[in-house]
């Protein structure tokens, strides 16, 4: 179990954000896929666990989160509900099940709050996609927004490096964030922008930001369980800490059980019936 003082016991909904904001209480936030591993975090605490399309990357192996689809979005969140008791759990909106339409976007929001029974929904963009969180919004299903970098939008930009250095993207920035603030949604993820930006964010917004590279001016910070806990090692950005090398726990306990079956060390009397 954690150290930390949140209440561990009461469970955390969309309104507890926005008053956790209120009060100056930061909110931690990770990404969980599974059952087990949701488990785990929910029972140290965690506020918010994202079931984030990043399973596109450190689950499925697949260099963007572009590939993941909805049906592989609800099976993991299905999982991770099955884990949670007290967190929120807000799940990814995958690439190209709500960019089209604002029917469509409905429909898979819908889709994703029937079947998985998880609580709000995540969704990338501004502007561009305001028509479909206002119907989801309309629907009464939470939506957290996300802007900066936006990686379902990596073939348009190009690169993962930070976003909103000029001018004209932080003005843009700012307004979508306003935007989303004033249609609905109940808290919003900044990730890699300057944390100059991401602060003045926080100051001008009543609802949560939640960064990720966005620097500690901000209302709360998530990251990828996989990259925190040193799972995945192929990826360090200047954001990341990571708070364990579980990649080395887990080599070295599996070289020591080939070992011990190769010996025949494993199993003994003891273990066996
Ligand atoms: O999919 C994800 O893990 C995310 C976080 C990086 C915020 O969107």
Avoid at 100 to 118: D, F, P, Q, T, Y
Avoid at 224 to 233: A, E, F, S, T
């Amino acid at each position: 179990m954690s150290t930390n003082t949140t209440d561990n016991t009461r469970k955390v909904t969309t309104r507890r954000l926005i008053e956790m904001k209120q009060r100056g209480e930061k909110i931690s936030m990770l990404t969980a896929y599974d059952y087990s591993s949701a488990k785990i975090i929910d029972g140290a605490g965690i506020d918010v666990i994202l079931v984030g399309d990043s399973a596109s990357n450190v689950m499925a192996g697949n260099v963007t989160t572009l590939p993941i689809t909805l049906d592989q979005m609800i099976y993991h969140a299905k999982s991770v509900m099955k884990g949670t008791k007290r967190a929120l759990v807000v799940v990814d909106l995958p690439f190209g099940s709500y960019q089209g339409n604002s029917k469509e976007a409905l429909a898979s929001a819908i889709r994703i709050m029937k079947e998985s029974h998880a609580e709000a929904v995540k969704m990338e963009g501004g502007s561009e996609i305001r028509e479909s969180v206002e119907r989801i919004l309309s629907a009464g299903i939470p939506v957290m927004g996300h802007l900066g970098l936006t990686p379902q939008s990596i073939n348009k930009f190009g690169t993962y490096n930070v976003r909103a250095r000029q001018k004209e993207e932080a003005d843009k920035l700012i307004e979508d964030a306003l935007m989303l603030q004033e249609i609905g949604c109940f808290a919003i993820v900044l990730e890699k922008i300057p944390a100059d930006l991401a602060r003045q964010v926080a100051e001008k917004l009543t609802i949560p930001l939640i960064g990720i590279g966005a620097g500690p001016g901000v209302d709360g910070q998530v990251l990828v369980m996989h990259d925190m806990l040193g799972i995945n090692q192929g990826f360090s950005p200047r954001f990341l800490r990571r708070y364990a090398d579980l990649a080395s726990i887990m080599n070295d306990a599996v070289g020591h059980y080939i070992d011990d079956v190769k010996s025949g060390a494993f199993p003994t009397i003891e273990e066996s019936y």
